[in-house]
């Protein structure tokens, strides 16, 4: 089959490999319908997600029929309609039975303590071959496969497979409640979602924090009220606009590859600043390989984070999704503990939401199109890399499309 392969930093390819087989009973193959690129995918390839295995399958996003499953999967079906979970879980640990599927004791081969197991990540989330590809093999089906209904198109339910949930997660972890000012960092496609759920949790005001106009555009016709920190400094424009209390929840979604103001008042910082902002570049990301304007690491590893706790009002509460490394050590703890600041984080517990999220979506209530801006074949997945990694305008989500040519049962 045709899949999207890391080879090293700055190296991916479509290449052909062998289609996956049921290796646990546990197992479910499922043919992909539906791709997708995340954020988390351009940290790998730019090298600020390191440890990744050459040869592995990129990709954490799909959705697709289910071929054929091992004798412990009883809930479904071949030729059942699935959304994959990004995050790969047990269902029956402890961590797994109070919903934080992403810490779950038994799915990582590396052991209880290793980490989120997930689908195309390094070498210490299990690793698993990913699902940009024709076909998957999808471990612990029976508690993670989630079942489509027919009024759930594949545009939408890609959305759901990990950045929606992501965002809802973000959402839920920074405590907004009705009436709530929030502030965005960051306005890809998982702060898009992020507005979304901010929305639909009930929040009075939101501030969209990103310097890219196509996204800034996007946040704005979602109701946000936008900041660009090339223009303004976001942290004055966040107290400026809300009588010199900040906002009461901010997110940061955007992680590792941060980038600071190149112009604009934000752009002001100190040498001590600069020196310590190429620091953490130099710890996060050792090996980079740029090629023309792409594969470049942020510049600022920790400014959404620093910006983020400057601009939250006195006991309000900060929610990372944004991704970090362990390589990245520094937050502003003193700040936000003199300012009783609530810190929640993590990576997604995807499956707690994606059942809820479904049903929105069916329902009618949130139509997570409105998001998706590209649709890609599978065979233009590396350019579709590309053009995604430089933000080309426009360029918000892009789904990928395996070839119709990978037949299975229809
Ligand atoms: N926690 C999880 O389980 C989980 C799941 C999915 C994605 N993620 C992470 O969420 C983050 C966002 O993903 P995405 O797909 O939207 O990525 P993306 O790279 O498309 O978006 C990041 C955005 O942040 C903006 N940005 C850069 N520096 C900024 C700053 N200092 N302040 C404000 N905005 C800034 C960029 O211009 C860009 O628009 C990534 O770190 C990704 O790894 C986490
Ligand atoms: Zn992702
Ligand atoms: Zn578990």
Redesign the pocket.
């Known amino acids: 089959m045709k899949a999207v392969v890391f080879h090293s930093i700055g190296d991916i390819r479509l290449d052909e490999v062998p289609d996956p087989q049921i290796e646990q009973p546990t197992d479910a193959i499922v043919r992909l319908t539906a791709s997708a690129i995340?954020?988390?995918d351009?940290?790998i390839v730019r090298g600020t997600?390191r440890g990744m295995k050459p040869g592995t399958v990129l990709g954490h996003e799909g959705v697709g029929i289910v071929q054929e499953v091992g004798r412990d999967v009883r809930n479904l079906n071949r030729g059942d309609r699935v959304v994959i979970p990004?995050?790969i879980a047990c269902g029956y640990c402890s961590y797994c039975r109070d919903g934080y599927y992403?810490q779950c004791d038994n799915s990582n081969p590396n052991g209880p303590e290793s980490g989120?197991a997930f689908f195309g990540g390094p070498e210490s989330s299990g690793p698993f071959r990913g699902l940009q590809a024709e076909w998957a093999r999808v471990p612990f089906a029976a508690a993670g496969l989630v079942k489509l209904p027919e009024e759930v198109s594949d545009d939408q339910a890609i959305l759901l497979s990990?950045?929606f949930p992501?965002a809802y997660?973000?959402a839920t972890l920074a405590e907004i409640a009705a009436g709530d000012t929030v502030a965005i960092?960051?306005?890809?496609?998982?702060?898009?979602f992020a507005i979304a759920s901010a929305k639909l949790l009930g929040a009075g005001r939101i501030f969209a924090?990103?310097?890219?106009e196509s996204?800034l555009n996007m946040a704005r016709e979602q109701g946000a009220e936008v900041i660009d920190?090339n223009a303004e400094d976001?942290t004055e424009a966040i107290k400026r606009l809300t009588g010199k209390i900040g906002v009461d929840r901010a997110i940061d979604?955007?992680?590792?590859?941060?980038?600071?103001?190149r112009s604009g008042p934000a752009a002001k910082i100190d040498r001590n600043q600069k020196k310590h902002f190429a620091e953490e570049v130099k710890k996060v990301a050792p090996t980079t390989n740029p090629e023309g304007n792409n594969w470049i690491p942020?510049d600022?590893p920790s400014?959404?984070l620093a910006?983020a706790v400057d601009s939250l009002a006195k006991a309000g509460t900060l929610s990372i999704?944004?991704?970090?490394s362990e390589d990245l050590e520094s937050f502003p703890v003193g700040k936000a503990m003199n300012k009783n600041l609530t810190v929640n984080?993590?990576?997604?517990n995807?499956r707690t939401y994606i059942p809820k999220l479904v049903d929105m979506v069916r329902s009618g209530i949130i139509d997570p199109t409105e998001i998706l801006t590209q649709k890609e074949p599978l065979t233009s997945a590396i350019d579709a890399y590309k053009a995604?990694d430089e933000?080309q305008p426009g360029w918000?989500?892009v789904e990928l499309k395996p070839p119709a040519s990978s037949v299975g049962f229809v």
């Open positions: 995340c954020g988390t351009l940290h997600m990004s995050t992403s989120t990990d950045i992501t997660f973000g960092y960051g306005c890809g496609p998982v702060g898009q924090v990103d310097t890219i996204r920190f976001p979604a955007v992680g590792v590859d941060a980038v600071t103001a942020g600022a400014q959404a910006w999704i944004g991704v970090y984080m993590g990576n997604c995807h995604f933000r918000i989500k």
